[in-house]
Nanobody
Framework: QVQLVESGGGLVQAGGSLRLSCAASRTPFRFKAMGWYRQSPGKQRELVAAIFTGGSTNYADSVKGRFTISRDNAKNTVYLQMNSLKPEDTAVYYC???????????WGQGTQVTVSS
């Protein structure tokens, strides 16, 4: 069982920045991809950004140029640097981890990000 512990959410004014962290517990499985999803009331959970085993990344169009995903392999931690935040970025952000040889991905408990106008 892999545990994902998220931190870094909070309240920020529009134009501000936040950095989310997601630390994964030790696992014998090889990392395939880690990412951040978000969900706001009344909307479906959507992919925000993902980073893959080879280092490639993928971003939602709405966050390109503002958010950056990165990974510290030594700490088994993935980060989401969020700049130029907008009120529409307000949501619960969830960390997701996918491993080779594991049928289903793991999810964190979620962290609230609120951007005030």
């Amino acid at each position: 069982q892999v545990q994902l512990v998220e931190s870094g959410g909070g309240l920020v004014q529009a134009g501000g920045s936040l950095r989310l962290s997601c630390a994964a517990s030790r696992t014998p499985f090889r990392f395939k991809a880690m990412g951040w999803y978000r969900q706001s009331p009344g909307k479906q959970r959507e992919l925000v950004a993902a980073i893959f085993t080879g280092g490639s990344t993928n971003y939602a169009d709405s966050v390109k140029g503002r958010f950056t995903i990165s990974r510290d392999n030594a700490k088994n931690t993935v980060y989401l640097q969020m700049n130029s935040l907008k009120p529409e970025d307000t949501a619960v952000y969830y960390c997701n981890a996918d491993f080779f040889g594991v049928a289903t991905p793991y999810w964190g408990q979620g962290t609230q990000v609120t951007v005030s106008s």
